[in-house]
């Protein structure tokens, strides 16, 4: 019964740091993305991911790498953390790519970045 | 471009009152889906309900009712008889199709309701 997994729950990086977000769902969910939700901002898309092997952008992606190597985890790589980029992130998934799809979220990390 | 507008960055009620969240949407699209997400004081988004943009019958789930105008581009969410565990965060959202076959869906900025006892 677990959903989508996210880890870690709480991180703190200095500035420059790099490090990966984990995002994992055991629903065989085709769809997947990676949001930040930001104070007055809602949540915005980073990066999705139709499927294993394939990845595009979103709205916001500067700054953060995904892959997609199976259909169950969905990685979020910052390269060189930044202050701008302290957020709290939610990973999501959905069974297709229809609209009417609901996305199920994981619990979010909230990260600061000093 | 595609848009969706929660105007009302806090709303605070007393329980038991009603209370409404706005949301309006912008796109040429004529086929996309509405919803409608709750983020509790504990982080996770929960879905609520999904509208299809050809389907305008108002929804009503218990204390919780949907009208949804295209006319006026709204999809507002009402709260019958406020409680304290409705005071949340409350994102509309639209889903509609990028590229192809390939759906996105973008989030309003939210609305954060607080009912107090």
């Known amino acids: 019964n677990a959903g989508v997994t996210q880890t870690p729950k709480f991180q703190v990086l200095k500035t420059g740091q790099s490090m990966t977000l984990q995002c994992a769902q055991d629903m065989n969910h085709e769809y997947m993305s990676w949001y930040r939700q930001d104070p007055g901002m809602g949540l915005r898309l980073i990066h999705y991911?139709?499927?294993?092997?394939?990845?595009d952008q979103g709205e916001v992606p500067n700054g953060y790498n995904v892959s997609r190597s199976t259909t169950e985890d969905f990685p979020l790589r910052l390269l060189s953390a930044a202050p701008s980029q302290t957020s709290v992130y939610f990973c999501?998934?959905?069974?297709?790519?229809?609209?009417?799809?609901?996305?199920?979220f994981g619990q979010g990390t909230r990260l600061t970045v000093v | 471009a595609q848009k969706v507008t929660q105007a009302q960055t806090e709303i605070s009620v007393v329980e038991k009152e009603d209370v409404t969240l706005d949301c309006v949407y912008e796109t040429r699209d004529t086929t996309y889906y509405l919803f409608w997400y709750k983020q509790p004081p504990s982080g996770e988004l929960v879905f609520l309900i999904r509208?299809?943009?050809?389907?305008?019958q108002n929804e009503i789930s218990g204390r919780y009712s949907w009208n949804f105008q295209k006319s006026t581009s709204s999809f507002n969410f009402t709260i019958t008889a406020s409680q304290v565990v409705d005071s949340a965060v409350y994102f509309c959202?639209?889903?509609?199709?990028?590229?192809?076959?390939?759906?996105?869906?973008?989030f309003g900025t939210g609305t954060l309701l607080a009912v107090q006892p």
């Open positions: 509208r299809n943009s050809f389907d305008e």
């Open positions: 959202a639209l889903s509609y199709y990028y590229g192809g076959a390939t759906n996105k869906l973008i």
């Open positions: 991911s139709v499927g294993a092997g394939i990845t």
């Open positions: 999501a998934s959905s069974p297709g790519r229809e609209l009417n799809t609901e996305a199920f």
